[in-house]
């Protein structure tokens, strides 16, 4: 399958340039050309298999073209060691629990997805020394990192915004060692999201030796998150819930809600989707005025959301471009809301004290996005908790007055030792580092 930019004005690009280069040279994102579909039977048939291989279905559509089957096979079940559940909350409600990967979010099927494609291009391909740029406020690295940890040929590097992440977070990406650097940037992560992009159009750079993106600008990190899409629809079915299908994602960079647009695109029944925000809120007013007006990031508590110019922006306008009019179809399809840090921490304690379920600050804007578009009698509603509440810690255990427990996983990484070297947010300094490795 080829790939073409969002910007279509560069040639259309294979998998394995797609995957490498990140970002295409138009600074458009790139998009497959034919999306296969999947037909009734063969979703139905999904819920009585198994995660990994409803995940093998969706991948076959989606890279069978590239990847011969068994390796396909193989780069899913490597992947995917761990489950994705639909959790019964109240009534009609479910929460979708992404949690259960090595860094607890979400995060974590589309890097290590993407960690196994690129080590196959070394291996197998002959592509060699591949620099991973990642910008993270917080999750990001984390998943990147451990995705990434101990791949021969491939040097990770992780920015982040020195002071803003929380220290749970940075233990996860600082204290690896091997291929993973974290650099500390004196910034914001907007900042950190400038340098990386930067580092891909500097001619000097890009000269010098390869640079990819992990963020979900990059397809193979942003197309596997469609996999659980199908999985979740699949334990749905199961119980019959299928029936007019509304699914809330919290989102930042929207490439969690991207995926799940293809996941639809490709045939899987979903009525409507909304797009949970906090306070970073340009796309809900896109949706209000049909005007795209990117701004800077503000801090919330849900951090992983802080995200002001969300790049996968682009291809939910490329998505939506077959009609001949794209914003309405957008708006019928897809529902907006925004919450302040006040609101999400109502929402985790109604719903903790009402239903004893522990939310996580990002999954509370899932959650209350579903409640305030709220599912008629007939539809089920199932929002995207989207990291472990644990993560969260001290956030959680103020709103909730409670002392979460830290899960074996990541009490791992608390014992390392930190290391990072910091930097400005000049690209000057950033490049002549990369440039010295
Ligand atoms: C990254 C992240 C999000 C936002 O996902 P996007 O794909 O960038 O929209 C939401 N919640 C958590 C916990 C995250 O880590």
Known sequence: ??????????????????????????????????????NDF???????????????????????????????????????????PVVPIHDNIYSLELFHGPTLAFKDVGARFMARLLGYFIDKEGAKDINVLVATSGDT???????????????????????????????????????????EIDGTFDDCQALVKSAFMDPEMNGHSKFTSANSINIARFLPQSFYYFYAYAQLDKLGKTDKLVISVPSGNF???????????????????????????????????????PRPSVATI??????????????????FSIYPNPYKAIKKKIAGCTYTDEEIAKTMQYVYKQYGYILDPHGAC????????????????LFLETAHPAKFKGT????????????????????GEKQSIELGKDFE????????Q
């Open 1 to 38: 399958m080829k790939y073409y930019s969002t910007n279509k004005r560069v040639p259309f690009a294979s998998l394995k340039r797609a995957v490498i280069k990140g970002l295409a040279g138009d600074k458009g994102l790139y998009m497959p050309e034919n999306i296969g579909l999947l």
């Open 42 to 84: 063969v979703i139905g048939d999904m819920k009585d298999m198994t995660f990994q291989e409803i995940a093998c279905t969706v991948a076959q559509a989606l890279f069978g073209d590239d990847i011969d089957g068994g390796t396909l096979e193989k780069i899913v079940n490597d992947t995917l060691s761990f489950d994705t």
């Open 141 to 183: 690295g984390s998943a990147v990192a451990n995705g990434f940890l101990g791949v021969d040929g491939i040097n990770v590097y992780v920015l982040y915004p020195k002071g803003k992440v929380s220290p749970i977070q940075e233990c996860q990406f600082t204290t690896l060692g091997q291929n993973i650097t974290a650099l």
């Open 255 to 293: 490439g969690n809600l991207t995926a799940g647009l293809i996941a639809n695109w490709m045939g899987l029944p979903v009525k409507r989707f909304i797009a949970a925000n906090n306070r970073n809120d340009v796309f809900l007013d896109y949706l209000n005025t049909g005007i795209y007006t």
């Open 302 to 319: 849900a951090n992983a959301m802080d995200v002001g110019d969300p790049s996968n922006f682009a291809r939910i306008i490329d998505l």
């Open 366 to 381: 899932g959650y209350q996005g579903l409640i305030d578009h709220k599912p008629a009698e007939n539809e089920t509603g």
């Open 396 to 415: 959680v255990d103020e709103i909730l007055g409670i002392d979460l427990e830290i899960p074996v996983k990541l009490q791992a990484f608390m014992k």
């Open 429 to 436: 300094g950033f490049k002549r580092y990369l440039l010295e």
